[in-house]
């Protein structure tokens, strides 16, 4: 249970950074913009080397915790900030990424105190043709990016993330959380902007992400010249057989109906979306 202590929810919001220079400011000044007032802000850099720690210690007086000093990659960095955490919810902000406006977390937590385990809104996801809103959904692997997430401290402390993933560590704890019968609770509103033109859109990440997908359900290792097919039908479904819907259908019809949600929601700028959905 989540302490009934406070009037309103202590939320812990978490940054982990390395040698994000061009980055950091941004994802800093939106998270110290909150008018929810139940807040303390953690931040934990791999020991940049690039500037990143000049930005941060420019708002050091304002931060709970501020750590930097090497690490074993993203997930190490993310379960050292929950040992320091003090709300009673976490929520993961990383360098580059920002919630949708200042009253953010007021939205979700105003109507508040809760007592779920998992408390998650709506996102809005940013690339270089505009902004997309994706709704949360439980259909996915996770209901929504960790940004638009805040999940139980005590539920992290007692089962950090895996490190041995390297990129599917975060879905492997939410298919665990929901595993051990975890609450939760939707609140039809944009939480965050997620910028989804880095790493993650690249060969290599959704190769690395694939493989891990198949360790966490016991699946032996995919072979390359599995990989190279279904590397060949993703490039089929997007370029080729997109341009003929009815071939679509035929082809893959999970495929069919992901490509029609798409074309609803095409890039719009930023003005054109409402907090509250």
């Not at 949360?136 to 805040?150: E, G, K, L, T, V």
Request: with cysteine.
């Amino acid at each position: 249970m989540i302490s009934d202590n406070h009037i309103s929810n202590k939320i812990t919001v978490i940054t982990v950074c390395y040698n994000a220079v061009n980055l950091i400011e941004d994802t800093i000044k939106s998270v110290l913009a909150q008018t929810y007032s139940n807040i303390e802000y953690i931040i934990i850099d791999g020991g940049s080397t690039d500037g990143t720690r000049d930005i941060i210690e420019k708002y050091s007086t304002r931060l709970a915790k501020y750590i930097s000093e090497p690490d074993s990659g993203i997930y190490d960095a993310m379960n050292k900030g929950v040992k320091y955490a003090s709300g009673d919810y976490i929520n993961f902000m990383n360098a580059g990424d920002v919630f949708f406006d200042k009253d953010a977390i007021t939205r979700i937590f105003g109507g508040g105190p809760y007592d779920e385990t998992l408390v998650y809104g709506d996102t809005l996801e940013k690339s270089d043709k505009g902004y997309a809103f994706r709704k949360a959904s439980r259909i996915a692997p996770m209901p929504a990016c960790h940004q638009s997430m805040f999940v139980a401290t005590e539920e992290m402390r007692r089962h950090p993330f895996d490190t041995t993933f390297k990129v599917f560590a975060d879905r492997d704890f939410l298919r665990k959380l929901y595993d051990r019968g975890c609450t939760e609770r939707y609140i039809p509103s944009i939480v965050s902007i997620f910028d989804v033109s880095g790493i993650s859109n690249s060969a290599v990440y959704k190769y690395w992400f694939y493989l891990e997908i198949r360790r966490a359900h016991g699946i032996s290792s995919v072979s390359r010249m599995k990989y190279v097919k279904y590397v060949i039908s993703k490039y089929l479904n997007i370029h080729v057989f997109a341009r003929i819907p009815w071939i679509v259908g035929l082809w893959n019809k999970e495929y069919s109906r992901s490509l029609a949600e798409k074309k609803a929601n095409q890039p719009r700028p930023l003005a054109d979306f409402n907090p509250a959905v």
